[in-house]
C-alpha cells in the first residue's frame, strides 16, 4: 500500500522521511504514525539508507497530536494505548537506529513533534521554525520521551520552565539554548541539510552507529564502565572495512573511500 501522509525518498543514500499532512503543520494521526513507523522499520534494514533526514511539508516540521483526531474518538481512549501504539516506537526506533539521524526542522514543533525532533541526533531549523512543549497547555504532561530529552539537552530548571510556561523559543534561542544544532535562513535549510547527509552518507555509517549506542549509553554509566563499554564497542569498530580503509587513506594522504561497512 502507498503512503498517504508522508513521502519518502532515498538518493546518495540519505532517506528523507517528509511529513506531509502541512493543512494541519503535519500534526500525527493513526495512519500517519504507521506509515512512520513503517518508514522507519525499512530504512533501518536498508543497507543502502547511511543517513536519514526527517522534515515536514508546507510551513510546520510538526504540531504533534492531531487534536481534531482525538476529539473525534467516541467514548474513553486509553492514553498509554494510543502512546504505546504511535509514538513510543517512533522514538525508541529513531534513538535505536544506528545511523545519523537528521531533523529539518523546517518550521513549527511542538508537543510529539517536538518529542520526535529531539529523538533525532541532530536539529538543524529554518530562522522562522519555533518550539513550543505544548502538553501541559492542554493538560498534559510530556510525552514522546520529552521529558526525557528536554532535561538532558538544555538542564531541568529550563526544560521543566519551557514546560510549565509553554512559551513559544524561536530558532535563534532554540540554538542558544542547544536545543538545535544550526540556524540557516528559510530559502537555505534545504541544501545545507543536504549538504551534510550526503557528506554523512559517505562516512563510516559502522563508527557512526557505534557512536551513538555509546553515546546514549553512557548517561547511565559510570565513567569505569563506560570505559569498559567503549573498549568492548571498539574491537566490532576496530575490525570494521572502513577502519582499514580510513587508517589506509591517511597513510598514502588520500580522502578514505567508506563502504559504510
Ligand atoms: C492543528 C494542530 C494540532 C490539529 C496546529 N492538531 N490542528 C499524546 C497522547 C494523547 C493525546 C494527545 O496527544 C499526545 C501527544 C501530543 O502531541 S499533545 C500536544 C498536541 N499539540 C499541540 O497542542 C500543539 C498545538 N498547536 C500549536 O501550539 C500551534 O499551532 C503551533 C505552535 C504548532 C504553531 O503555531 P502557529 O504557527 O501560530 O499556527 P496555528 O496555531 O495558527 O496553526 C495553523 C493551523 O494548524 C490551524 O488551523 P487553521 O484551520 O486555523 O489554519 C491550527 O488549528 C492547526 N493546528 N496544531 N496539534
Not at 502507498?2 to 500525527?28: C, K, M, Q, W, Y
Not at 526506533?93 to 523546517?106: D, S
Not at 555509517?205 to 569498559?228: N, Q
Amino acid at each position: 500500500m502507498s503512503n498517504t501522509t508522508i513521502l519518502t525518498d532515498l538518493a546518495d543514500g540519505v532517506f528523507t522521511l517528509t511529513l506531509n499532512r502541512p493543512e494541519v503543520l503535519n500534526a500525527f494521526d493513526d495512519q500517519m504514525a504507521e506509515e512512520v513507523q513503517d518508514a522507519l522499520k525499512k530504512a533501518e534494514r536498508d543497507d543502502a539508507v547511511r543517513c536519514l533526514v526527517l522534515t515536514g511539508a508546507g510551513r510546520g516540521f510538526c504540531a504533534g497530536q492531531d487534536l481534531s483526531a482525538m476529539k473525534n474518538r467516541s467514548g474513553d481512549i486509553s492514553f498509554r494505548a494510543h502512546l504505546l501504539k504511535t509514538y513510543n516506537p517512533i522514538v525508541s526506533r529513531l534513538r535505536a537506529i544506528e545511523k545519523p539521524i537528521l531533523a529539518q526542522v523546517n518550521g513549527a514543533a511542538a508537543g510529539a513533534g517536538l518529542g520526535i525532533a529531539l529523538a533525532c541526533d541532530l536539529r538543524y531549523a529554518a530562522a522562522g521554525a519555533k518550539f513550543r512543549v505544548a502538553f501541559n497547555a492542554i493538560g498534559l504532561a510530556p510525552d514522546s520521551g520529552v521529558s526525557f530529552s528536554l532535561p538532558r539537552l538544555i538542564g531541568y530548571a529550563r526544560a521543566y520552565e519551557l514546560t510549565i510556561t509553554n512559551e513559544a523559543i524561536t530558532a535563534e534561542e532554540a540554538l542558544s539554548l542547544g536545543l538545535v544544532n544550526k540556524v540557516f535562513p528559510a530559502d537555505q535549510l534545504g541544501a545545507a541539510v543536504r549538504e551534510l547527509a550526503v557528506k554523512l552518507a559517505q562516512g563510516p555509517t559502522k563508527a557512526f552507529g557505534l557512536t551513538k549506542r555509546a553515546m546514549s549509553k553512557a548517561f547511565l554509566l559510570t565513567v569505569d564502565e563506560a570505559l569498559d563499554y567503549e573498549a568492548h564497542l571498539q574491537e566490532t569498530a576496530g575490525r570494521t572495512a572502513d577502519h582499514k580503509e580510513g587508517v589506509a587513506a591517511f597513510l598514502e594522504k588520500r580522502a578514505p573511500k567508506f563502504a559504510g561497512k
